[in-house]
């Protein structure tokens, strides 16, 4: 079981982590802790889970206690990283396993609350990377983030009118400035989106033309958890091996889709607006496979047994100082709850997708 939001709250409050919930209208609400930036959610109630994952380790006192004190990085939700992850994540390029790094400066990076006034919730942190491999060995940035609610992007649909009605729907903009502090020592960035799901759903990416054209970053996915249907690929979130497909931005348009089911025949769609512009680089490559660019969309998973998780992951434009010292990037997420036929028709306009259609699911 998930934690719920009035459990995660106690475990942040009670171990001396600071915490706000941000409401999201409708009975829904997300929750962020400041000092890892990590947002959780969204929850239909205090005793709800949320579609975000929360790792064991923030499933009771012990558990939180021994996670902090090991050092460990990885506390689920959505977060924010910096691409591209060579040179900030790999102490060796050839030995990306091996050496794989996640600095204490760039995650947790130690976020704290803005004030602010207009309904938005703010936070921000002073972010600092070693460089590895790299001609420069210092970077330091400014990450600014800001959270408000997303209207229902179907109500204006007449047609979805009273379907709107008897379904649950929350949505937020994830709002993300990047600004590079250090452009005497210039180098390609972007903003690199990272958010956590919780396993056993479907990923849903419509695509244009007759082939799906994605790169595999680890083991093969085509037919382990990749499946290709005309107009759409499902990533299924079920494997004991680890995975990172990663999608074209010239053959797909911006929207993705996560269905998840969730008991008693209720199911949760999220659906995320990102940034997707196939003039742009996009250069988080493999690491085997250098230059190999181009993807606006990821999606990652480890061994989904247990306490496994998947990762939709995107970035933001590519830019480099001095031409351009910062970057801005707005991701919208939609929450839909409800039953599978009830969320039919909204995966249709919103992805032209038929969620209904054999073997997609």
Not at 28 to 36: K, Q, V
Not at 76 to 92: C, H, M, Q, Y
Not at 332 to 346: E, K, M, T, V
């Amino acid at each position: 079981m998930a934690a719920t939001l009035a459990q995660l709250k106690h475990l942040l409050d009670t171990q001396g982590e600071n915490s706000q919930i941000f409401s999201l209208g409708n009975g829904a609400s997300l929750l962020i802790w400041e000092d890892r930036g990590r947002i959780y959610g969204p929850f239909f109630g205090e005793d709800s889970e949320g579609m975000l994952w929360v790792p064991q380790a923030l499933s009771s006192a012990k558990a939180f206690q021994d996670f902090r004190q090991s050092g460990q990085w990885n506390a689920g939700g959505d977060r924010l990283w910096i691409a591209p992850e060579f040179p900030f994540f790999t102490k060796e390029r050839a030995h990306f396993n091996e050496s794989y790094t996640v600095q204490d400066s760039l995650d947790p990076g130690h976020y704290h609350f803005l004030p602010s006034s207009d309904g938005r919730l703010v936070f921000s942190a002073q972010l600092s990377a070693q460089l590895y491999e790299h001609q420069f060995t210092q970077k330091s940035f400014t990450m600014t983030r800001s959270l408000e609610v997303c209207e229902n992007p179907l109500r204006f649909c007449k047609d979805l009118a009273s379907l709107m009605m008897r379904i649950d729907y929350c949505g937020y903009t994830h709002a993300i400035d990047l600004t590079d502090t250090s452009p005497e020592f210039p180098m390609e960035l972007e903003i690199w989106n990272l958010c956590q799901v919780r396993a056993g759903g479907t990923f849903l990416i419509p695509y244009l033309g007759d082939q799906f054209e994605y790169v595999d970053y680890y083991a093969p996915s085509m037919g382990k958890v990749l499946s290709v249907h005309p107009g759409v690929a499902s990533i299924h979130v079920a494997s004991a091996a680890e995975h990172k497909v990663g999608a074209k931005a010239f053959q797909t348009f911006g929207r993705v889709g996560y269905l998840l089911p969730c008991g008693d025949g209720v199911w949760q769609l999220l659906i995320r607006n990102y940034y997707n512009n196939p003039s742009d680089p996009y250069i988080k490559d493999p690491s085997d496979r250098p230059g190999e660019n181009g993807c606006s969309l990821f999606v990652y998973m480890n061994d989904t047994r247990g306490d496994g998780f998947a990762e939709l992951e995107s970035t933001g434009e590519t830019f480099c100082a001095p031409e351009k010292c910062s970057s801005h990037l707005d991701l919208n997420h939609w929450f839909f709850r409800g039953s599978l036929a009830d969320l039919q028709p909204i995966a249709k306009r919103l992805l032209n997708v038929d969620i209904m259609q054999e073997g997609l699911l």
